[in-house]
């Protein structure tokens, strides 16, 4: 494994994530917000260095909120509400559509 920012930026999110989860403990934050700000420290330095593509990334606090405790499930359910889970279906078929050729403009 070459030395590259998308690398770097590969180990250093999850090693970031870890190190706060476990030694960043400032006073008055709690747990949770602890581990929502693990997460998002993550997902910046994923977003960033561009790692792994940016739309994996943003699918990244689906997964690690609630694995964290940072939400709870119910909470995390207005996250996934299906009025916008049906647009990113429509968005994601049209431009399935586009790309196929089966869908033109005019």
């Known amino acids: 494994m070459s030395i590259t920012p998308k690398n770097i930026g590969l180990v250093s999110g999850p090693l970031a994530f870890i190190l706060i989860l476990l ?5 008055g934050l709690n747990p949770a917000a602890n ?19 940016i739309a994996v990334t943003a699918l990244l606090p ?3 909120f609630p694995l964290t405790g940072g939400l709870g499930f119910p909470k995390q359910q207005l996250l996934l509400d299906i009025n916008m889970f049906s647009f990113m279906l429509g968005a994601l078929l049209l ?8 869908y033109t403009n005019g």
């Open 95 to 102: 431009l399935l559509l586009y790309k196929n050729g089966t």
């Open 23 to 27: 030694f960043f403990h400032p006073e």
């Open 35 to 53: 581990a929502i700000l693990a997460s998002t420290i993550w997902i910046a330095i994923w977003w960033i260095t561009e790692a792994i593509p």
């Open 62 to 64: 689906i997964i690690l």
